[in-house]
């Protein structure tokens, strides 16, 4: 269901926004005419609003087969005088590097504005990384709004700024960002729309060997306007109470925490506050003014210590010798998201006063609270089939007496990490269990190599490894867990599913054809719900002594259990014969669905609320002791 | 006692909707005429891990995370959960209303660990704030037409303590926005559910 204030044309409104959603409203207000991205947590939702109003506003709005395809599809836009808005997760500008640093020296005519989203804590990455690295390995201009009010305000002003630089214009959130809501004013929609015209010049499009160096010279002298368009800009501002000695930089969402906890402290007439919304360039105007009124200064930023380290390199260009202080000196924490409570506890060291918001009484309580909670692991839904799928391999393995490696991929099938299944060994970032296992195919190994992949990462960034496994001839197993969706990210479609991202019919790109083509001959699918005959099938190719593939087909649960839902179909829930069961807990401890529960005998019960009627667990039980609820 | 400002935290099993009912409830304040932030701590982001909503509505720009010990409302989709987040963010004058229905962590469906005994749950919490009410919220929810709907029951009890400035009307309207159409009234009926238990529950306990 769209947002209804993504269109609302009523400036000045106050509405409810998800980050992701104001970030979207604000390429409305801007005039966007094409949108693409790759799904991500915690960017997605951006391209589905955009996506959700498309035909209304008549963008041609994308998801496109990765962050790279993507990126390029935003390119030849831009260069075509479109506003474009190009949008991705931290680990998707990696993609995009090859491009980006082409195009930075190309420039563009409309305006190209990348929103990355930074997942500190990676609550649903493979990784912690600062993407603001990029913006000056690019040398290109960077924006971090610090709530949902600014991230619409930041995307408004990003594309004014890139078509006046002629220059892609990054704009960085995080988690913490893009999935809170807060109440944003609404703005003016851009009635007028960029032409769409391609002029040829080769001299500036075409970046080969010879033109090369004099269109890096034209991103040099981009770089004074850079500066002098941002310096300004509302994102920065320098508070300066009279008489204070020590002063907080801080960015983006931290930001909010400084100046919670300065007002919890009761500091605020007594430090100065630079908050920063531009990374790049930096406000180094007002950086040295601070510098040259305070003795001492504490950075507060999310990931990477990177404004402190420039702010480090200002203070010595102008001979400042302020105690510079952040994650560099230990006052902060250099990994994971901070909150306000992090930030409570530095400013409170950095100023030599005391925060302690409970007694020693409650804190006790709170000891002992803690020691009843249990750990809640995340784990695969209620019938999930690739549960289904990793419980056949471990059969597979056992029957066929041999031992596995198993190379996992990016999507929720890594879930398959955990216990009770225990399947997978390594993951990397996309499409890597494909490359990795063909190193360890080729590493003679005495375990047989696995590769599991889900179908929309296969066909992001799993084909070229695909082809590189049967062109070199690593002998392994790749698994593809198809379920006919992004599942991870929120359902998106991708080519596979024959969906575009506007909800048309398109053409269905078939996950057998491709991998027949990428040199594979032996290829077959399989249902995980059929444990006996997916078991089977693994056998045979685990006993293969060529690459082969096992495609494990079935649609995601929840997409199941939504569209029954939607059509009134009821769900045939599972039930144990308690005479039956022998409390041998295979079902748990071989398979582990959230919806096995224990009885006060110990034996199995079924929770008919979350089962989804799947039957695996039935075709699990030895004793035969899980039937279809009457 | 209705409050000025108040912060309200939402704490379940993801998959069980708290953040539709923080969104119903964010919407409901800004109606209202406060301002909002709110956002979510969780493991991953589909089912089966702990998911906690942060709700601030206040007069004001606040950050998107609640500090520890300043929460005045807990509304506790699962009992462990409850204590999980009161324990870390509850104030002691904060109340708690508290969901006794059980979602096991896959510790306890393999057999590793022991589910703690509600009572003792409740027990502790009490210690860590000034008020806990208990509510069967899926039962209420199921009777309701949808055991689904028992974020929504929640919902209705934190309009039955009576804490915010948000008229009943503002609450049923925001529901009637953000739900799916067809489930528009399956959903009042929750909210309705929710909402009288609760009040029932304290009027029993006025003098």
Redesign the interface.
Known sequence: MPNPFLTLDAPGKRVLFMGNEAFARGALEAGVQVASAYPGTPSSEILESIASVADQFNIHAEWSTNEKVAFEVGVGSAISGLRTLVSMKHVGVNWIADPLMAVNQTGVRGGLVIIVADDPSAYSSQNEQDSRFYSYFAEIPMLEPCNPQEAKDAVVEAFELSEKLELPVFVRSVTRLSHSRGDVSLGELRRERNESRFIKDPKRWVMVATQSPARHKWLHEKQNQMREETEELFLNHLDLPRGAESGVIALGVPSTYVSEAMELLNLEDKVAFLKIGVVNPLPTKKIKTLLNTVEKVLVVEEVEPFVEEKVRAIAYEVENRADIRGKLTGDLPREREYTPDIVLKALAGFMDVEYEPRSKELRERVREAEDIVLPRAIAMCPGCPHRATFYCIKQALRKTGEKGIIAGDIGCYNLGAFPPLSMQDTTYGMGASIGVACGLAHANLPERVIATIGDSTFLHAGIPALINSAYNDAKMTVVILDNLATAMTGFQPHPGTGITATGKKTVRVDTETIARACGISSIETTDPYDVEKTTQTLMRALQSKEVNVVISKRECALDAQRENRRKGIAVHPYTVVKERCTACRLCATQFGCPAIIWDKDGKADIDALLCTGCSVCGQVCAAGAIVEAK | MRLEEANVLVAG???QGNILA??II??AA?DSG???????T?????????VASHVRISRR??????????GDILLGFEP??S??I???FLS?EGIAVVNTRS?????????N?A??SVE??LR??G??SSKVITIEA?RLAEEAGD?LAMNVVMVGALAGIERLDIELAVFKKTIE?MV?KRTIDLNLRAFDAGYGDIKKKIEREAP
């Open positions: 099993v993801g998959g923080s969104a964010s919407k800004i406060y301002k909002v932030i709110a956002s979510e969780f493991g991953a982001s589909q089912r089966g891990g702990a720009s606040l950050s998107p995370l609640i500090p520890e010990g300043k462990v959960e204590l999980r009161g324990a870390k002691p979602i096991y962590p896959v510790d306890v469906i393999i057999g660990r589910y703690p003792e749950i502790v919490l210690g860590l899926t055991p926005e799916p």
